[in-house]
């Protein structure tokens, strides 16, 4: 990672520091503005004249000036301006010889390229070229752009530049690869295959700069493939280290994941020891339990590795990582191994408070089960006055869960502290702390409730009111013992206002009612006087405390209690009036009482159990620690539970294999190199042991790894920042690798030769030739250089080189065809006259649109350009039951017809659902309105059972929604079946400029125009939605627009050629103009309905 940021920000950061002055200057005017300018206005202006300024500068024939605009225009990115209104400016520079030019303009296009996708597609043809250039920041510069444009139709020139760069020889690119990966995955998830394939490529890479990456890629895309991670465990587990810090994040919680479903679990040993103490007492004479106790847990030795290799990552600056290693301890090592941690995670609580807010929640869960490793650290968790209340209540909940009879006493004098806080609801946490110690430690029961109850006498409303809770269940423990305090409580009714406390209050007197005889009647009539003005919890205890007085003691009671019930009868809530109701019929008997009423004392005066006071962190252990699902406490999207331990570990031996083989390749490597120096080990002790234990594949890792050296040599003088980064990022080995480059150099100037003059043709053919050829031109690299890559295992270099001569030759051959690719867009150039769109490129409308708006030719350009990509939408033709056994479905393909100019496309879908063949399927006698025409389809000669077939037909429905009928014949049968078109259907979407839309559209006004106000639904309100829902109606092709809440669209009718223009303008309050401008009317109008449900509807 450090050779790529130094090798990057001497490149690139000349630029950014030559910003520097540029911007300083640019503010020196400003601050000398005229006196009439109000300052206060200088936040909002828009400065419409530098951004002019700039680009002019862009358009200029001078590199330099080129160079200037983009130092300032990455500079107002770097202060957070919005720069998005120079992207065309911008983009056509991406194509500039100058490479300090080509570098910004891409750290631009990075930032932008997904905001304005539909510009950046244009160049297309230019990134694909960029993944050829000689210098390693274009080319994964050019990678990264390129998955950033997130549109269906690029997906397999996505898919092709990622398996080029997935094998290129520097690792940033390779890195780079990684990311695309997973934009790639989230754009188009069925090409999963493909790209599996390439993570276990570049899980085989032994870059440092690469692990991290790929492995984030893994757990996107395939996280339940752990058989990719078998052979590449080792390597990870010793390239750990090295790794740049969020790569060792996620390599660690991977890691995590494999270990718990690859080993046994290294508490087995406590549980065995465990199981014979308690069972010795009973049954010491078994000898079963001897030969249990004697066959100790031995740590499988990959298990261990994890362990060893994580261990100093404890130290490392960044408190992910040290997170990452302590939930990796948590849950992978033996319990008398994890206590290392909890050093490292008490030393996080320095850091800001974000940081300490997470690192204590993890410690509140481990405290819960394990007090032992925290305890030596009490002092750590006591709260500081500035601490804010999130801290505060974390430390309180850790302080609460490491409480024992040892320390008490003193957590007991700082909780008394703590109460007197200002923070209200700090304080309140703080009893409740107190009640929850009370109970966990019955010595100090006693101590806790009476401290409770001096708070009493606080003269803090709600730490009264928290006390009253917390001592309303502390008595329902014990609450014979306490009578008196349920009295003491009883007096305050008169002084607390807090509805929970006042409810908690009544709820002890009516459920100890009989210890209080004489309190709980007066305290009956106190509340019957106040009924009316207690909060609704308040009221519901009064209720209960009436209907319990009247069960046990209803002389006293009886009338009050069934006044209180008059008053609940008919109060505002109810939930009052429905409880009175109820406690009515069931405590007052009458005719009407049912069965229940018997049961009424039973029912109210029953024992209730009493409340457990227990950790809010007592279930998160069912998160792996570290997680947000863990924060939450609740299983977010992307959370992977871990699995339980295996009770047989599975075979070790699967990661035996390419770990050796990797092992031998280094050390193999070293010796060919300079035969009389001894090999160095490129892992640690363990992994060295292991690869040197074998020696059957010395002679094709030998091959393999000159040829590699060789490869990586060769880009010496055509990419030094790439030699350079290799070097850098994989020389970690120490001192005898530096003493082997002499040797090397002679080795490899044949390569280095052959190199030189393949990096010549590339450049010439791509700079001379077409970019319809760049596509299969990079295609025909990736396959020849991956096949150079499996032959070269089993060769010599000297075959190596004479295969690069031959790659050299194939690839000048595939640069002079001229087939087209899929996107082949040239570079367009602000000389240009006119700009053509060839018919057959497939294209969105609104990107070929904006290609013209960025030409500086005036000329009206309006042509028929081929529709954006949407899903087809199937209708039934004739049912399976009506058609006996034959079904047909049809779709509108939206492609131009073969058969005429006039017709549209149907694709029409046949399928024998039955068990014999169908013959001579073809189609009979037509029924077509007047000027109608039909282009029908070859007949089927046979239609085998359960086989499906795709045929074409063209229909010219002459500019209406009239339906074609006709037969649908077998050998036997005739079936009269009908296609009636959707209006959007009979359209082919243009392209052309914002300028000529406003123009054809005011010739087409008065009775051509047609328009209608719609409510649109909240979420149809943003521009792709608008844009998905309008083409999915109608064939339609989108046209710039200078203005966000005006969206243009553009087709001609297919038989007549007739222009139809829509507008959809967003108004005020949630309401949108839907107009449509075109000579026919009739369609117009069918048209605009069709649109208002579509738009409207969520």
């Not at 304080?427 to 101590?447: K, L, M, P, Y």
């Not at 009612?513 to 009221?539: G, H, Q, Y």
């Not at 006259?833 to 000329?859: F, H, I, M, R, Y």
């Not at 056994?885 to 131009?896: D, N, V």
């Amino acid at each position: 990672m450090s050779a790529s940021s130094l090798s990057y920000n001497d490149q690139g950061g000349e630029a950014a520091a030559a910003a520097a002055p540029e911007l300083g200057q640019e503010a020196a005017p400003g601050s000398a503005a005229p006196p009439s300018t109000p300052s206060a206005f200088g936040l909002f202006s828009s400065d419409t004249k530098k951004n002019e300024d700039l680009k002019q500068m862009l358009e200029s024939n001078k590199d330099s000036a080129k160079l200037d605009a983009m130092k300032r225009i990455v500079g107002m990115i770097a202060k957070g301006k919005n720069a998005s209104e120079l992207f065309p400016a911008v983009v056509k520079n991406v194509a500039s010889k100058n490479i300090e030019i080509k570098k910004l303009v891409y750290v631009y296009l990075m930032r932008y390229a997904e905001e304005q996708q539909d510009l950046a597609l244009l160049s297309i043809s230019t990134f694909q070229r960029a993944l050829k250039d000689p210098n390693q920041l274009i080319r994964a510069s050019a990678l990264r752009v390129l998955s950033s444009i997130r549109v269906p139709i690029i997906v397999p020139i996505m898919m092709l530049a990622i398996k080029e760069a997935s094998a290129d020889l520097s690792p940033y690119v390779r890195k780079n690869a990684a990311h695309a990966i997973q934009k790639l995955y989230s754009l188009d998830p069925e090409q999963k295959e493909m790209l599996i394939e390439v993570i276990e490529k570049l899980l085989k890479d032994r870059s440092t700069l690469v692990a991290g990456s790929v492995v984030m890629a893994f757990e996107e895309v395939c996280p339940d493939r752990i058989d990719l991670i078998h052979k590449n465990y080792r390597k990870l587990c010793n390239l750990l280290v090295d790794v740049e810090e969020w790569g060792q994040v996620v390599i660690i919680h991977m890691l995590t994941r494999y270990a718990r479903t690859q080993f046994e679990s290294p508490w087995k040993e406590d549980g065995v020891f465990e199981e014979y103490n308690e069972k010795d007492f009973y049954e010491s004479d078994e000898e079963q339990k001897e030969q249990k106790m004697k066959k100790p847990y031995a740590m499988d030795p990959d298990h261990r590795l994890l362990i060893r290799n994580t261990k100093p990552l404890l130290q490392s600056r960044n408190a992910a990582v040290v997170m990452a290693v302590a939930q990796l301890y948590w849950h992978l090592a033996p319990k008398s191994e994890a206590g290392i941690v909890s050093k490292s995670l008490v030393r996080l609580l320095r850091s800001n408070r974000e940081v300490q807010y997470i690192v204590l929640q993890n410690i509140a869960t481990m405290s819960i089960q394990r007090k032992g490793m925290f305890e030596p650290y009490l002092k750590s968790f006591y709260v500081r006055s500035t601490d804010p209340t999130m801290i505060k209540t974390s430390k309180l909940e850790i302080l609460t869960n490491l409480a024992n009879e040892a320390n008490i006493s003193t957590l007991l004098r700082e909780f008394q502290t703590y109460v007197k806080s200002q923070d209200k609801q700090f304080a309140a946490a703080t009893i409740q702390a107190i009640g929850r110690c009370s109970t966990n430690i019955s010595e100090v029961t006693d101590t806790c409730l009476n401290g409770l109850v001096c708070l009493l006498s606080n003269r803090d409303e709600i730490v009264v009111a928290e006390s009253v809770v917390v001592i309303k269940k502390l008595l329902q423990t014990q609450p014979a013992h306490h009578g008196e305090i349920i009295k003491h409580m009883a007096k305050l009714l008169d002084t607390i206002t807090v509805p929970v406390a006042r409810a908690s209050i009544l709820w002890l007197i009516g459920e100890y009612c009989e210890r209080v005889p004489k309190i709980a009647p007066d305290i009956l009539r106190k509340m019957a006087k106040s009924f009316t003005n207690e909060d609704d919890l308040v009221k519901l205890q009064i209720l209960n405390l009436g209907a319990k007085l009247y069960l046990t003691n209803s002389k006293q009671t009886k009338l009050l209690t069934q006044y209180i019930l008059n008053l609940g009868k008919y109060d505002q809530s109810y939930d009052i009036r429905d409880r009175t109701r109820f406690i009515r019929q069931l405590i007052v008997p009458n005719e009407k009482s049912g069965a229940l009423s018997k049961y009424a004392k039973k029912i109210f005066l029953a024992q209730k159990p009493a409340p457990l006071l227990e950790s809010p962190f007592k279930d998160r252990d069912r998160f792996q620690l570290g997680t947000l699902s863990h924060t939450l406490n609740t299983k977010a999207t992307g959370y992977l539970e871990l699995s339980d331990w295996p009770e047989v570990a599975p075979d070790p031996s699967v990661r035996n294999v390419e770990v050796i083989e990797l092992g031998k390749e280094w050390s193999a490597n070293l010796g060919k190199a300079k035969k009389e120096k001894p090999t160095e080990k490129f892992y640690s002790s363990s992994e060295g042991e292991e690869s040197a234990s074998t020696t059957d594949t010395e002679s094709e890792s030998t091959s393999e790894s000159e040829n590699e050296k060789e490869e990586g040599s060769s880009m010496g003088n055509s990419e030094s920042s790439s030699s350079k980064e290799v070097s850098d990022s994989e020389s970690k080995e120490g001192t005898a690798k530096k003493k082997l480059k002499t040797s090397e150099k002679s080795d490899s100037d044949d390569a280095e030769k052959t190199s030189k003059m393949l990096s010549k043709k590339r450049r010439s053919s791509g700079s001379s030739d077409s970019e319809s050829s760049s596509t299969e031109e990079s295609s025909t690299d990736s396959e020849s250089e991956s096949d150079s890559e499996s032959d070269s295992e089993s060769r010599k270099p000297k075959n190596a080189i004479a295969k690069r001569k031959e790659m050299a030759v194939q690839e000048k051959k595939a640069s002079t065809k001229q087939d087209v690719s899929l996107l082949d867009l040239d570079d367009f150039s602000p000389m240009s006259s006119s700009v053509k769109v060839p018919t057959s490129v497939t294209l969105s409308s609104s990107l070929v649109a904006d290609l013209e708006g960025l030409s500086l030719s005036t000329s009206s350009v309006i042509n028929v350009s081929s529709p954006t990509f949407v899903p087809m939408k199937t209708h039934e033709l004739l049912h399976r039951m009506s058609g006996k056994g034959l079904a047909a479905h049809y779709h509108f393909s939206r492609q131009p017809c073969i058969f005429g100019g006039q017709m549209i496309s149907v694709q029409v879908t046949l399928t024998n659902t039955t068990d014999h063949k169908l013959e001579n399927i073809h189609i009979g006698e037509r029924k077509l309105p007047a000027g109608m025409k039909m282009h029908v389809f070859n007949p089927i000669e046979v239609l085998k059972p359960e086989e499906s077939i795709t045929v074409s037909m063209g229909i010219d429905f002459c500019d209406s929604t009239q339906t074609a009928s006709f037969q649908l014949c077998t050998k036997e049968d005739h079936f009269n079946v009908c296609i009636q078109p959707p209006v959007g259907e009979l359209l082919l979407p243009v392209t052309m400029s914002e300028k000529d839309f406003t123009t054809e559209q005011g010739m087409l006004t008065g009775m051509n125009e047609t328009s209608a106000t719609i409510t649109v639904a909240p979420q149809n309100s943003t521009r792709l939605v608008i844009l998905e829902k309008v083409i999915k109606a109608a064939n339609l092709g989108v046209v710039p627009s200078g203005q966000d809440n005006i969206h243009r669209f553009a087709a001609k009718t297919v038989h007549s050629g007739s222009l139809m223009l829509v507008t959809v303008e967003l108004k005020e309050g949630s309401t949108a103009q839907l107009i449509i401008n075109t000579e026919k009317t009739v369609i117009g109008s069918i048209l605009l309905r069709e649109l208002k449900p579509v738009l409207s509807q969520g």
